[in-house]
């Protein structure tokens, strides 16, 4: 089955500066891979995701690449808020419906 | 526009007894998703129904849990008998087909 790597664990950035979370899959055959956020005491909520026929997708300071030669793909925030401290997490799947999941990132943004 | 509902939010109970956790989806989608997410373990799937049809139960741990989709605005994830090590987070899920899944906010289940 597929396995999904997230690295790092815990991420620390100053406001305003930009933070980049990997993950890298296992199933050359995945070809869905959405990013989650999750605040404390709340379900995921979907932030982004990139379909394997694009290299990279964009939607405000929120920006995903995938290489999947590599397979790897990574989550890019730039100018961090507050606001946007929380845990996120990858995930990879073939149909968008059996999703596996990265172990998290656990994002601060110091003001 | 209301989200997947769960409740409760909240469940404490002792060992052995049953627990039903209740999920409505959005209207209109026709996946729903149960998860279970844990310290070590992470978000795991455990079931996935599509039109109201379980399509793969192969993450649910064991006998003891069973899922339900009697109609399409409502699922139930059954544990009995309960297990201290069931103690952990369930959520559900709902999606249109094959589109991205939207959460709900979980139901925190403890059992001592």
């Known amino acids: 089955g597929e396995n999904v790597e997230q690295h790092p664990s815990t991420l620390s950035v100053q406001e305003g500066d930009s933070a980049v979370i990997k993950c890298t899959y296992s199933?050359?055959?995945?070809?869905?891979f959405p990013w989650y956020k999750q605040e404390l005491g709340k379900g995921p909520q979907l932030i982004i995701d990139?379909?394997?026929?694009?290299g990279e997708k964009k939607d405000q300071r929120i920006a995903v690449t995938l290489n999947k030669t590599a397979k790897h793909f990574s989550l890019h925030i730039t100018e961090t808020q507050p606001e946007d401290s929380a845990v996120y997490f990858c995930a990879a799947s073939m149909t968008a419906r059996q999703l596996t999941f990265g172990s998290g990132t656990q994002l601060t943004v110091l003001p | 526009d209301a989200g997947v509902i769960q409740s409760p939010r909240h469940e404490v109970t002792e060992m052995g007894q049953e627990v039903t956790l209740r999920c409505k989806p959005i209207s209109g989608h026709n996946s729903l998703f149960w998860y279970r997410q844990t310290m070590m373990r992470g978000l795991e799937l455990l079931i996935y129904f599509n039109n109201n049809v379980p399509i793969d139960d192969s993450g649910m741990p064991e006998d003891r849990f069973s899922a339900k989709m009697p109609n399409a605005s409502f699922s139930t994830l059954k544990i009995q008998p309960s297990e201290p090590r069931d103690s952990a987070v369930y959520f559900c899920?709902?999606?249109?087909?094959?589109?991205?899944?939207?959460f709900g906010d979980g139901t925190r289940l403890s059992i001592l």
């Open positions: 990139i379909r394997s026929n694009v």
């Open positions: 199933d050359s055959a995945s070809n869905y």
């Open positions: 899920a709902s999606s249109p087909l094959g589109q991205p899944q939207h």
